[in-house]
């Protein structure tokens, strides 16, 4: 067995005393399912003083689908989204992410807020304490080179959320409350500008503050899916996916938004396939050429299974047949 | 046995069943005893090292620590084979693996036992390490064990029989190929577990073992303990495979930790520790040339292995042996050599893996097979028919065959599939893959030389009507406590309800040498068989005598005994029990096994032979995704000769494990190392055992060759049901998509790699000559 380093756990009932809580302790880390984080503290990456449980508050267990769009609470199980009779049809994209994280037990206990803020993984970072002394650490964990790429001044650690790429496509915005600034200070972002392509820092979140929910836009029109590429069937990671979503009017394609997951240390907006699409007819060989520069701005680093070229191969191969299958279902 | 089975060939419910299932089951870890300890083992963080000294002072001093260990507390060395005890209980002197055992602490908590750890201090001199196998062959300047003569070989063996030069002479068609099976580990589902309790100086150690006997016998020398004061249990197991099939680390260390803290002491591993004492696969290189006749029939082969054994010897040597012993079967081999050798490497050590030894030989035969015949435009199913080997035979190493059901499971597996109407002729993309096997029921010798029994029993039946089985044999899942009470039950006449089974206690259960080889339903199931016809001989005489009737008309049926006095008289089975009681006292029986004497007069002759043979052949459909390099398995149909099928739901559930590790293997699990020594996926989420969503339904056949000298018939149906199921899925790739994978396991990447070079016309590896 491993062992969970020593903590105390606080049980807030409301955001605001989860905010409280988490203001008050400066090395407190808030908790929503645990499946990622429990994980990681057994293997000796974190050691909060304090566990901030975020399921004993309300607000953040709000899901609701309507003609203005999509809110979905932070701690909103994987499963919830994913059986949603409306996201089912409105947002497949993100139905179909959330049913491809980890497996049908991990699914019912982890959040939509959890998925969100993932830690970034890597084979010489998600590895026993006893793992990682005997190398002698990483840039991201207590040593001083990266070992994927030690020429490299920076940790390229994998974001390999599920659901981030689909929500991204599907043109989320994510509210963040709390912080330094105070328990009531909010804003709310764009969710690719949530996330920072550095594989330590991860995202934008300040000490203190939290995700209290995702909004999408209407799905009027919308056509979105998501494909993932992994060894087995079942509770692998991504070793890459795709997230597509556009509309369809008069013919041509419209408002098209392309991400590429567990590419690189945040989502990867695949802009060049994104312009290929826009405004375009939906042809066979238009699939082939948008497909074809999906991983443009993508560079990943060996430090996952799979070579970083058949990653990448598999990127494109995933692109081409999701907007395949989606041009050739057509509206719902 | 004339008469009809009471209870063999219908389903009999598990023994333990209805505990596993419904968590009762009492696993290791799940026993406590007051005042218990948590023991905990520091390990190795270098591959290659010497140590220079262990400071252990300040673990001792940390409140909560009651007892701290390294190697000095019993630098005794031990192995699981006498020719390769080259392991101590914790380091002395050296380490040779990234997860090396160093020292062990005792105390009250988890939590303590880490700290405690880290506050061990050990100088290390750091050494050059090996990781390759043939930079193991030559490297004289590195040596993983003093002891090797040349480089870091272990051990060497080199065997020929017939007139190999004439068989390739005879030859119309030559091929020669080279394969690569990597390692794979078991990956059982509970991670070994030891508790150790001293009490009135002797030692009780509850274990997750296969095999308690050589464990009992290695505790006692380690310890410096006499036999009589050690005792070894094995709670309920958890899957074993052969990663519990020998003496470990944390077996000793919870009894050394016990007997110098006074207290009980448990050692649960991580799973991360249970990848680092693996024990598995060898990686083993491999070359096949072999000669055939026009029509396919094979004239000689010629093998060589190279294994990657990782820093111990385990059960290495017997691996070494089997590589090569087992490849003249199934086909009949008139003329046969080869060479094998191992080396050292700094790597956890390579052992015993279901299957073993076997397994990776039959990877690659099976696909060079295939590729002669598709060279020589012979169907790969013919081309096996054409050698199958038959019973009643010797092979020309000397091994003889009893039973053999080798053609019937060809042609059963084909037809299920229809392979003659749909072999070659799917679309592209999907194909059809035939590969055969074959397994030994048991080794023909123990691992220690002794001229005891292999397998004891002793049954008791009592006035309350009840059967008892004492016997040493480990049930690690496999069902074998099932299969003993289903012994004595259709030997007897009771039903196997009423048989209680007592197992794997050194102190109360006659020897069994363990569950490995293949050999418990075969070897402890005809001792069973021989003490339940003691019982029931008792019986039937003070039955026969109370009523004047002859032995030869009574029958016991279910719970009671039929008498064909007039009018016929039913006699409970207690109260047949009684009568034996009064004449004779306690109805015991006793019975034992040893295998007839089948080794050949050769040296290297004690690995290979068996008293018995099982057969297999496995087909598998595959889909093949050319753009992703994907390759599912959509259909695996095994077809086993397992001589009978005692408790066929039982013997199905065997098959059809053997059948997905062996699918595992072939397409998903990596146990490799990154480049400083650390394995590179120490957890099931990232050593990749399959899940139920990537295996198709495996589609059994059990074949019957009713073995001459098996309990009721029965042969094996553990491990060699693995044999046949990555060739087959290596051959139906090739069907699929055109391509030879000669080494496995098969990535995605490597499918796509095959793919591109033979769009690009390069030349493929291996190669054919007609003579
Ligand atoms: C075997 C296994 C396989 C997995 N496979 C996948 C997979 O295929 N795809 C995938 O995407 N994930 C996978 N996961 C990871 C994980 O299960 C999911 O990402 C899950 O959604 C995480 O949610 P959680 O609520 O459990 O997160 P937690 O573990 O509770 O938290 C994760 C992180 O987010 C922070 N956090 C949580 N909620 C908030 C919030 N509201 N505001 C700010 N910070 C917050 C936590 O402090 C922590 O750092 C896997 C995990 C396991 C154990
Ligand atoms: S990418 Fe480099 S720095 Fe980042 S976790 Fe991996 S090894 Fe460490």
Redesign the interface.
Known sequence: MMVLPDFQLVRPSSLSEALSALAENPGAMPVAGGTDLLVSMKHGLFSPTHLVDLKGAPELHHLGVGEEGATIGACVRLSRIKDHPLIRTRYRALSQAAEAVASPPLQNRGTLGGNVCLDTRCYYYNQSDFWRRSLGGCLKKDGPICRAAPAAKRCFANFSSDTVPALIALGARVRLVGGPNGVKSERTLPLEEFFVEDGIKRNVLLPGELVADLHLPPAENLLSGYRKYRQRASIDYPLVSVAVAFQVREGRIREARVAVGAMASSPVLALETMEVLEGALPAPELLASAAELVTKRTKPVGNQAGSPGHRRLMARVMCRRLLKELLEAGPL | MSREFQWIGKPTVRYDGVARVTGQAQYT?DLRLPGMLVGKIL????AHARIRSIDTSKAEALPGVKAVATGQDAPVAYGILPVSEDEYALAVGKVRF?GDEVAAVAAVD??TA?RALSLIVVDYEVLPAIFDPYEAMVREDVKIHEETRVANIERKASLSFGDVEAGFGEADYIREDSFFKGAATHAPIEPHSSLAHFQDGKLTLWTATQVPHYLHRYLSKVLELPQDRVRVIKPALGGGFGGKGEPLPLEFAASILARKSGRPVKI?Y???EVFLTHRGRHPMHMKFKTGVKKDGRITALHFESLLDGGSYGSYGVVTLYYSGQLLTGPYVIPAYSFDAVRVHTNKPPCGAQRGHGGVQPRYGFEVHLDRIATDLGIDPLEIRLKNAMESGTRTVNELRITSCGFRECLERSARKVSWEERRGKLPKGRGLGIAGGFYICGAGLPIYFNPLHHSNARIEADRSGRVTVFCGASDIGQGSDTMLALVAAETIGVSPESVKVVSADTDTTPVDLGSYSSRVTFMAGNACHAAALEVRNRLLAAVAEEHGVSVEDLEIRGQAVEVPTSPPKILSFAEAVMLAEVRGGPVCGSGGYTPPILAGKYRGAGVGPSPAYSFGAHVAEVEVDT??GEVRVLRLVAAHDLGRALNPPAAEGQVEGAAVMGLGETL?ERNEF?K?G?????SL??Y?V?????VPDIEPILVESLDPEGPFGAKECGEGSLHPSIPAIVNAIYDAVGIWLHEAPI???AV?KALAAKKAGSREQGAGSRT
């Open positions: 870890d390990r190795s963080p270098h990234v988890e939590a880490l649960t991580t799973r991360e753009e992703t998903y990154v400083t650390q394995h590179e996926s120490p989420l990232e990749k399959p899940t139920a969503l990537d990535s995605p990447e796509l």
